[in-house]
């Protein structure tokens, strides 16, 4: 499974822990995000994360930024991107369940490190229930 990664300022250390957590499962890490924590502009790492996604060069995409928003919007103006900005566990099981999410968002400066892996190992174990939510998540891409 290949994951691509991409932060701005905000989330260097952030992308650190995960890419660790990652590559202990024997994933394949795409690091699109800044090293540092001068300011940058988040689109320019997210993009090339969805743009992974869209192409199917990654399986999952993981974005961080201070609140999680800017990326997430940015990521779901791509076709076939379905980011979740999540700040616990519950949404982020309700958003690989119910919404076949693809991009998990997460906000760096309202949950702490250790809260973002927990994040990513339940992104990562969670299916999409398909049944009824399928038609729905169907109808999310504008044609």
């Known amino acids: 499974m290949t994951i691509s990664l991409g932060n ?6 952030y992308k650190n822990a995960i890419t660790e957590y990652l590559t202990s499962q024997s994933l394949k890490v795409i690091n699109h ?19 992974d996604v869209e192409k199917g060069t990654s399986d999952f995409g993981i974005i961080i930024c201070g609140s999680g928003n800017g990326a997430n919007m940015t990521a779901n103006k791509h ?34 490190q250790e809260e973002a892996l927990d994040f990513v190992k339940v992104f990562l ?7 009824r939510h399928q038609n729905r998540v169907a109808k999310i891409a504008c044609q």
């Open 8 to 13: 701005d300022h905000a989330g260097p250390a």
């Open 33 to 51: 995000g800044t090293d540092s924590e001068d300011s940058v502009d988040y689109p320019d790492f997210v993009h090339p994360v969805a743009e």
């Open 79 to 112: 076709q076939g991107v379905r980011s979740a900005l999540c700040w616990n566990t519950e949404l982020v099981a309700l958003a690989r369940q119910h919404n076949d999410a693809n991009v998990l968002s997460i906000p760096a400066r309202f949950v702490s």
């Open 125 to 131: 174990d969670t299916d999409f229930e398909g049944g």
